[in-house]
Every structure is written in structure tokens, then in C-alpha cells.
Antibody, heavy 121, light 109 residues
Framework: QVQLVQSGSELKKPGASVKVSCKASGYTFTSYAMNWVRQAPGQGLEWMGWINTNTGNPTYAQGFTGRFVFSLDTSVSTAYLQISSLKAEDTAVYYC??????????????WGQGTLVTVSS | QSVLTQPPSASGTPGQRVTISCSGSSSNIGSNYVYWYQQLPGTAPKLLIYRNNQRPSGVPDRFSGSKSGTSASLAISGLRSEDEADYYCAAWDDSLSGLFGGGTKLTVL
């Protein structure tokens, strides 16, 4: 069965960087796009963008350009989200979510368990 | 402020039918499919409805989706206590962006 397993919670200081991993199993990694979704404490879901797992080409939603980087290591079926120059407002749970095609759609039948990133001095 | 507008809360008693609305525009709901997600407390979202009104295997037929123009609705019939959760609509926007609604917290009284 499809599984997306994310790395554990992170506590970082403002200005630091963090890299969240999402390891996929149970399907051909390069056949389906990977999306990233943010959920701030007590808030709703926010689409951050997606990465084409076939070409490695990332697309970022408005508000997630500059400090956010999506990347892949297809040899280990893993997608990464790196956030640099962390700010307190980056405190959130970050989810990876598998699409049903190689390109982006809002249809995500499989999600990681979420990674809590806390930014605090 | 989300581009897809949902009521912040909804409620019902066990056995009742509840509907949750999602309002958008011609560039998102009006021209693309709508999806619904259920998020139980402390867990990742779960796909409930895809392509306006299709249920993934395993989702009870108590859940149904519909779309008309630039609005969509999720209906839950035979409400159960385990349906208490946050519900989100989602759609693609022609500006090349994925969108989620602000979410609706469903309380089973």
C-alpha cells in the first residue's frame, strides 16, 4: 500500500534552516506529482506548490517563493522541503501529499503524517 | 481570507443531514473539479470526494458532493459522532494555483 513517511518534528531558531523529508513507498515514485501543504496552528490548509517527480521541476504558490525549495532524491523515493531564514510565522505542520497524475491536481489520496516545524528563540 | 469560502462552523444531531457549502468563482470552481477533505483532530486530511461527486473506495455513501456553477456542497446524511471533524473543499484555479477553502468545523451535538 502507498505510504508517505515524513521526518520528525523540528525546533529551530529564527534565521535557521530546516529540511523536511517525505519518503514514499508502495508505488512508482516518479509517476505521480508530489505536493506540499502547510497548516499553521489552529488554521486551515494552504497549498504551497508541487514538484514534478519525473522532471524535478518545482512550482511554488504565491507566498512560497524565495525561502522555500522543493527537491527530490529519486534513488530513495524521497521528496524534500527546505525552508531557509525561518521566521516565527513559519511555525506550522507541513504535509506532503501525492497527486494522482504526473502533473498537479488538487486530488490527494495519500498524505504524509505531517511534520511540525516550530520556530522560536 | 481564502478564495474558496466555507462557513466556519456547522452542526447537527446524530442521524440528521448536514450540508457544507463552498463558494468560489469562474476561475476555480466554475471551471474545474471540486474536492473535499475530512481532517479528524490531530491527523492528516483524508480525501472524501473527488471530481465533484465521486467517492474513493472506503468512503461511506453517507457522504456526497455536488457542484453548481461557482459553488459546491458536501452533504453528510445519517450523521454520526465520528463525523465530527474539519472539512475542506479544494479546487484548481486557472491562475495555476491550488486552492483550499478556509475549512468548516462540524460539531455533532
Amino acid at each position: 500500500q502507498v505510504q508517505l513517511v515524513q521526518s520528525g518534528s523540528e525546533l529551530k531558531k529564527p534565521g535557521a534552516s530546516v529540511k523536511v523529508s517525505c519518503k514514499a513507498s508502495g508505488y512508482t515514485f516518479t509517476s505521480y506529482a508530489m505536493n506540499w501543504v502547510r497548516q499553521a496552528p489552529g488554521q486551515g490548509l494552504e497549498w504551497m506548490g508541487w514538484i514534478n517527480t519525473n522532471t524535478g521541476n518545482p512550482t511554488y504558490a504565491q507566498g512560497f517563493t524565495g525561502r522555500f525549495v522543493f527537491s527530490l532524491d529519486t534513488s530513495v523515493s524521497t521528496a524534500y522541503l527546505q525552508i531557509s531564514s525561518l521566521k516565527a510565522e513559519d511555525t506550522a505542520v507541513y504535509y506532503c501529499a501525492r497527486a494522482t497524475t504526473t502533473v498537479v491536481t488538487p486530488e490527494y489520496p495519500d498524505w504524509g503524517q505531517g511534520t511540525l516545524v516550530t520556530v522560536s528563540s | 481570507q481564502s478564495v474558496l469560502t466555507q462557513p466556519p462552523s456547522a452542526s447537527g444531531t446524530p442521524g440528521q443531514r448536514v450540508t457544507i457549502s463552498c463558494s468560489g468563482s469562474s476561475s476555480n470552481i466554475g471551471s474545474n473539479y471540486v474536492y473535499w477533505y475530512q481532517q479528524l483532530p490531530g491527523t492528516a486530511p483524508k480525501l472524501l470526494i473527488y471530481r465533484n461527486n465521486q467517492r474513493p473506495s472506503g468512503v461511506p455513501d453517507r457522504f456526497s458532493g455536488s457542484k453548481s456553477g461557482t459553488s459546491a456542497s458536501l452533504a453528510i446524511s445519517g450523521l454520526r459522532s465520528e463525523d465530527e471533524a474539519d472539512y475542506y473543499c479544494a479546487a484548481w484555479d486557472d491562475s495555476l494555483s491550488g486552492l483550499f477553502g478556509g475549512g468548516t468545523k462540524l460539531t455533532v451535538l
